[in-house]
């Protein structure tokens, strides 16, 4: 099945822990975004990468760590666990880094809470 | 800094029209997006805007001027299933998309 796929679907983490969000899309695109929404504040960028190899910072990149070792994997690192970490947790893809009329298109997401 | 502004919630009646307005103050454009989000889902494309005018597609339209930071998407032929979110975004000189906080829409009978 063509798109994104993100895992786990949910899950409850107690603070302090160390925690991976996975991401892979087989759309072969070269960007890749992780966002976090939460309520009333909508989607906002934590990191992103433009192509496999290179990462770089968003607008609340504290806390979280990425790679982009190859083009399909994007995943998210939460070092130690905060309970403001608590959020659904988006990864998006894109053909390039933004030309034009180049669209980013969203996994399902990761409902994360931490206790 | 970024800063984009929709309305929080609006309501309206099966088979009418609502206009979905976004104003946005940002460093840089390089085109306006709107998303529709249902409930627990991810977002999902609707359309683009980088010249002004309106952009029709369907029973959705998106219109911009950037000279005044403005946009609205206007819905057209409400159906029950376009109860959701809507999200303005604006991207950047740097390609980056900032969100603004969703409008949510619900359809009545």
């Known amino acids: 099945i063509a798109g994104i796929t993100q895992a786990p679907t949910s899950q409850i983490l107690a603070a302090g822990r160390r925690m991976t969000l996975r991401c892979t899309q087989d759309?072969?695109?070269?960007?890749m975004y992780w966002y976090r929404q939460d309520l009333g504040l909508g989607l906002r960028l934590i990191h992103y990468?433009?192509?496999?190899?290179?990462?770089g910072k968003g607008e609340v990149p504290d806390g979280y760590s990425v790679s982009r070792a190859n083009t399909d994997d994007f995943p998210l690192t939460l070092a130690s666990a905060v309970p403001s970490q608590t959020s659904v947790y988006f990864c998006?893809?894109?053909?390039?880094?933004?030309?034009?009329?180049?669209?980013?298109?969203f996994g399902p997401g990761t409902r994360l809470t931490v206790l | 800094g970024q800063n984009i502004d929709q309305p929080t919630e609006m309501t309206a009646t099966e088979g009418a029209i609502v206009q979905i307005n976004c104003t946005y103050q940002?460093?840089?454009?390089?085109?306006l997006f709107w998303y529709q989000q249902h409930a627990g889902e991810a977002p999902t494309f609707l359309s683009y805007?980088?010249?002004?005018g309106l952009e029709e597609k369907g029973r959705f339209s998106s219109f911009l001027s950037r000279s005044k930071g403005y946009s609205y998407l206007l819905l057209k032929e409400l159906q029950m299933k376009d109860s959701a979110s809507y999200l303005c975004?604006?991207?950047?000189?740097?390609?980056?998309?900032?969100f603004g906080a969703g409008t949510t829409v619900t359809v009545r009978a």
């Open positions: 805007n980088v010249l002004d």
């Open positions: 998006a893809s894109s053909e390039s880094a933004g030309d034009g009329t180049d669209t980013q298109y």
């Open positions: 759309m072969r695109h070269n960007a």
């Open positions: 990468s433009n192509t496999a190899g290179t990462t």
């Open positions: 975004a604006v991207r950047d000189n740097d390609y980056k998309l900032s």
């Open positions: 940002t460093s840089g454009f390089n085109g």
